[in-house]
């Protein structure tokens, strides 16, 4: 069985405004209110100025999924998270795995925007299903998944979600291990991958918050960072050369405020990255136009455990 879904269809569920639910609502509003984005613009945004062609959404009947609590020593508290399945596999079935990070102002269960983990692995790209992959996704805060005192996302993501995936049987093994963001999250995925290209096989971030500069980060968001020394250790664009050997997709819309950013990241990519500057703005309908190949991508590369 297959589920179709319009924009407006879309919209009324919540990944059409994904923006206002888990992306722009908190991000836009967080760079209106420093200056950053004029409200001019945040405005066009709201009134559709900024929406881009997107073909309807065609889904099989989803998969399970797996929702908890467990304490993080890393982040010392303790954390929500969703392992999702897709359609046709179940708990106990061996599979490739994603991690997706949520946005600023998000959590595990908007990692996706409301479309939720389990639609999104039931999503058929160009009439065809995904490639069966699992996804998975944990609170990080607002913290832009890079280590602060007392609290270390970063840290949380790879010693605590991952192995807990994989005893389930989920990304074991070589090139079995992929990771996708949008905004904050579309930052950390490029950030964790060049943090253990080891370990994960591809990389897709939709709309990437990338700062140019610790002071452009300080004035919008002083949370973002802990220090000068923590910006410059965790620089998307000063160690991308990091990412040899990982796949790359980043796409992100030619309105969109971090634009320079991505453009600076962009051409120190390796050869081979997938780069994709188009009409939109930072808004749902960019990342609903863009969900749909960063999974394919993935999904594509991820080899299925033996």
């Known amino acids: 069985m297959s589920l179709r879904l319009t924009r407006r269809q879309l919209i009324g569920t919540g990944l059409g405004g994904l923006a206002g639910a888990a992306v722009a609502g908190a991000a836009g509003a967080e760079l209106i209110s420093h200056g950053v984005l004029p409200g001019r613009g945040f405005l066009s945004q709201l009134d559709g100025a900024c929406a881009v062609p997107a073909p309807p959404m065609i ?32 708990p106990g079935d061996r599979l490739p795995l994603i991690i997706a990070l949520h946005a600023y102002g998000g959590d595990h269960s908007s990692a996706l925007g409301r479309l939720g983990l389990a639609h999104g692995l039931a999503l058929r790209v160009s009439g065809r299903p995904l490639p069966p992959i699992a996804i998975a996704a944990a609170d990080g805060g607002g913290g832009y998944w890079n280590p602060h005192p007392g609290d270390d996302p970063m840290g949380m993501v790879v010693g605590e979600l991952i192995p807990r995936c994989r005893r389930a049987g989920l990304g074991v093994g070589r090139k079995s291990l992929g990771i996708i963001g949008i905004s904050m999250g579309g930052y950390g995925a490029i950030l964790l991958a060049e943090r253990y290209p080891d370990m994960l096989t591809a990389a897709a971030a939709i709309s990437p918050a990338i700062w140019t500069s610790y002071a452009q980060a300080r004035s919008v968001n002083p949370g973002a960072y802990a220090s000068a020394a923590a910006f410059a250790a965790a620089d998307a664009v000063t160690h991308a050369n990091s990412l040899r050997g990982v796949a790359v997709r980043v796409a992100t819309g030619l309105g969109d405020p971090f634009l320079p950013g991505v453009r600076a990241l962009a051409r120190r990519l390796p050869p081979g990255a997938v780069v994709r500057f188009g009409p939109g703005c930072r808004t749902g309908p960019f990342f609903q136009a863009q969900l749909p190949p960063s999974l394919a991508f993935l999904a594509g590369r991820l080899a299925t455990p033996a």
């Not at 797996?66 to 304490?71: E, K």
């Not at 303790?78 to 897709?86: K, M, R």
């Open 59 to 90: 889904f099989s009947a989803p998969g399970p999924s797996v929702s908890g609590t467990f304490y993080s020593r890393a982040r010392r508290r303790d954390v929500g998270y969703t392992i999702a399945y897709p359609p046709g596999h179940r």
